[in-house]
């Protein structure tokens, strides 16, 4: 299944920053940001202080929504 997903984004990069999750799943960037802080969608800290998802985690998210939006199938 998350086959199709990559297949429609190739360009998704390997960690992205909030903003780009944020265009991703087409939501605010405040969203985005309460999901990841929330560990909704996981999250790394890569140097000090910049957080990225990777793109498993990502796709690991929209994958659970697909879910939840068929009866949990």
Do not use: C
Not at 4 to 32: C, G, H, N, Q
Not at 49 to 67: D, F, M, N
């Amino acid at each position: 299944m998350n086959v199709e997903v990559i297949a429609v984004t190739p360009e998704l990069p390997t960690l992205l920053t909030i903003p780009e999750t944020a265009r991703e799943l087409r939501v605010a960037k405040s969203t985005a940001a309460d999901l990841v802080a929330k560990g909704v969608i996981e999250s790394i800290v890569v140097g000090e202080r910049s957080r990225r998802v990777p793109r498993e985690a990502l796709l690991a998210y929209i994958h659970s929504l697909r879910g939840s939006t068929n009866g949990g199938e």
